[in-house]
């Protein structure tokens, strides 16, 4: 007698996340086609990315971040840092570099295992991080391609002033436009650009709605963790498309549904209505070890009610929306807004008012071992917030890709101790 397999159980999926899928996939499938199609490709960072002008010139946009953070979520990240430590880059260079620069030496398949094309262009948009500078230096000596460098200055008072902007604006009509003219072959469309900056400005509000529904107690969103698949297509290829519009529509609906019905967000373990503690994350998350970090927090109830690092592809959150009427202009804004654009007492201001606007009992910094750009400061800004706020803070340290770094054992039991804090100091008040 033989026994009949028991199908298993569908699981269910909300709508946009299968949108998100799809959309991802086929942009994969666009790019791996791109040199019979030859369709031209760009190649960008996500902070300070230009999507809309891009996509205006009818080129895919590639960006290394997303590509380094996909492989360190399918295991693929620590051959690739191998790989490029022993073509001789150093122990302490930012993750995501070296595990693209691996990548590449190592086939150039990405994510999704389609080759990745050759860019037509390297458009390096300088949001803050010196990083972004020597990653496309070491990919132009790679692939021997045009390169054209959009110098955003730093909010080193905390504003960008308006001739920082005019700075920005010119260089995107003098150097960036010709630039792109050049690696498509198609003329300047300021109306395609507009229509791709309104398309940008709806999908923005949506996503805001969605990060600031965190406010409701539960909050049906986790900010930090489940905010990573929320912010994916506007960080990456999709601001300014049709079908990232679409997406945030159907993901504020299914989040408002979720705070409508008092329901919280489905984490790694399924839901995570009982919400015990509420807090804002300064730092990326780890990527290698990803669903294993949530877990960490969801298992001891806690739900992340904002973070900095879903603002690093934008601080919507702050108002700025990208304008159709003044598209250069609002470029130049949207760059020089950026987070790793923003000085130290900005970041401090943001993590106080997160904690006060979102009614957390705590803040957590995760620090990046090869993260210049958020490392640098964060025992400053510890300090700081804690002064600020009277709640303390906790502290916890891992990197993106290298899985050398992240050490589960450690990062649980400061994380436990740092909840067990928050406890007592609930004793302490209500005695
Ligand atoms: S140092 Fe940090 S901000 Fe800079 S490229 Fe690496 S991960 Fe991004």
Not at 231 to 253: D, K, Q
């Amino acid at each position: 007698m033989t026994e009949t397999a028991q199908p298993k159980p569908e699981v269910q999926k909300d709508r946009s996340m299968v949108l998100q899928k799809e959309m991802i996939a086929r942009h994969f499938e666009r790019l791996a086609a791109a040199p019979e199609t030859k369709e031209p490709v760009v190649y960008t960072f996500v902070p300070g990315n230009l999507t809309e002008l891009v996509r205006s010139f009818g080129a895919l946009p590639v960006l290394p971040e997303i590509n380094a953070l996909q492989s360190g979520m399918r295991g693929k990240s620590r051959d690739y840092i191998a790989e490029a430590e022993r073509l001789g880059h150093s122990e302490d260079v930012c993750t995501y570099v070296k595990c693209d620069i691996g990548m590449l030496k190592s086939g150039n398949i990405g994510p999704t295992g389609k080759r990745l094309p050759k860019p037509d262009l390297l458009l390096l948009s300088y949001t803050g991080c010196y990083t972004f500078m020597k990653w496309f230096e070491l990919l132009r000596e790679e692939y021997d391609c045009p390169t054209v460098f959009l110098q955003v200055p730093y909010q080193g008072d905390g504003t960008l002033a308006p001739e920082h902007r005019q700075y920005i604006a010119d260089q995107l009509r003098n150097e960036v436009v010709p630039a792109l003219e050049q690696a498509t072959g198609k003329t300047f469309d300021e109306e395609r650009l507009r229509h791709y900056l309104g398309l940008s400005a709806a999908a923005e509000d949506d996503l805001v709605a969605v990060l600031q529904s965190a406010k409701k107690k539960p909050s049906p969103i986790d900010a930090y963790f489940g905010a990573v698949y929320y912010v994916g297509p506007i960080f990456s290829a999709f601001r300014g498309t049709e079908e990232g519009a679409e997406y945030y529509r159907t993901l504020r609906a299914e989040v408002e549904a979720r705070a409508a019905a008092g329901l919280g967000p489905i984490t790694p373990d399924g839901p995570l209505d009982e919400q015990k503690y509420r807090l804002v994350v300064e730092g990326p998350p780890n990527w290698t070890n990803f669903r294993e970090f949530w877990r960490m927090f969801s298992d001891e109830k806690a739900v992340a009610v904002a973070s900095t690092y879903s603002k690093v592809g934008g601080t919507y959150d702050f108002g700025f929306r990208h304008d159709p009427k003044d598209p250069l202009g609002t470029l130049a804004d949207y760059c020089g807004g950026c987070y790793t654009n923003l000085n130290l007492p900005s970041r401090v201001d943001m993590l106080v008012n997160y904690i006060r606007e979102y009614d957390a009992d705590g803040f957590v910094i995760n620090s990046i071992k090869s993260c210049n750009s958020f490392s640098a400061w964060q025992l400053m800004i510890l300090r700081e917030v804690e002064k600020r706020t009277g709640i303390p803070g906790g502290f916890i340290e891992s990197d993106l890709v290298d899985p050398r770094y992240f050490s589960p054992a450690n990062i649980k039991n400061r994380l436990e101790s740092y909840l067990q804090m928050i406890e007592a100091r609930r004793r302490e008040v209500s005695a």
